[in-house]
């Protein structure tokens, strides 16, 4: 089925770095969201963005809405060993509407 | 944030039996979950949209005969995996979406659940 480009697949970081991962769609979305999967667990939502142009926090985490409505990142600042875990991002065309998940972003973080 | 729980959170049955997957809103109601398995190290893979009073629409390649999705009230859909195989182990995860507008379009995840087949 469809799937989203995200990038990058995985991320070895330290411990206090920042990080950044991407979504791009050759198609057009309404909204957007972000999520962490932990090994064995369901996704848990981080950020929804509900309109183009729009930048979200939770925490130390931010997520843009592209203005085209075709992208997403989401940055992630001061790592810390608990944001350990697989990232997905998520796009949806309208309410009701199926999810199109990205492929994932692994992030390991060294102390 | 709103919940989503799925029970069980892991069974083992043997090969040729049935076994059904329960997922529940829990604090809002929701005409459409989704049921989605996912493999080790992959995405999530869209089985089926469960639409509360009427059939599932099942995504391409999907057995609807196989996997059997009941969506009889507004908060439980409940999948059926009908006389599993070993290659029907894996992790499925349902989500819902709550329809009021000051919670947009988000989508809420349940735990998932793990069907090992023997």
């Known amino acids: 089925g469809q799937q989203l480009n995200q990038s990058p697949q995985s991320m070895f970081i330290q411990e206090g770095e920042d990080v950044s991962m991407n979504c791009t769609s050759s198609?057009?979305?309404?909204?957007w969201l972000w999520y962490k999967q932990d090994p064995g667990e369901g996704p848990v939502l981080l950020i929804a963005?509900?309109?183009?142009?729009e930048l979200t926090s939770n925490g130390r985490l931010t997520a843009q809405f592209g203005i085209t409505r075709k992208d997403s990142f989401l940055n992630i600042s001061a790592s810390i060993p608990s944001d350990v875990g697989i990232y997905f991002c998520?796009?949806?065309?309208?309410?009701?509407?199926?999810?199109?998940f990205g492929q994932g972003t692994e992030l390991s973080v060294k102390p | 944030g709103a919940v989503v729980s799925q029970h069980p959170s892991w069974v083992i049955c043997k090969s040729g039996t049935s076994v059904k997957i329960e997922c529940r809103s829990l604090?809002?109601?929701?005409?459409?979950m989704f049921w989605y398995r996912q493999f080790p190290k992959q995405s999530l893979m869209l089985m089926a949209t469960?639409?509360?009073?009427?059939?599932?629409?099942?995504e391409q390649g999907v057995e609807k005969d196989k996997f059997l999705i009941n969506h009889a009230s507004l908060t439980l859909s409940t999948l059926t995996v009908t006389s599993a195989h070993p290659e029907d182990s894996s992790f499925y995860i349902c989500?819902?979406?709550?329809?009021?507008?000051?919670?947009?379009?988000?989508?809420?995840f349940g735990e998932g659940s793990w069907l090992t087949v023997v």
């Open positions: 469960s639409n509360e009073g009427s059939k599932a629409t099942y």
């Open positions: 989500s819902a979406s709550p329809f009021v507008k000051e919670s947009g379009n988000t989508i809420y």
């Open positions: 998520a796009g949806r065309r309208n309410q009701g509407g199926k999810l199109i």
């Open positions: 963005l509900y309109k183009a142009g």
């Open positions: 604090d809002f109601q929701a005409t459409t």
């Open positions: 198609s057009i979305f309404n909204t």
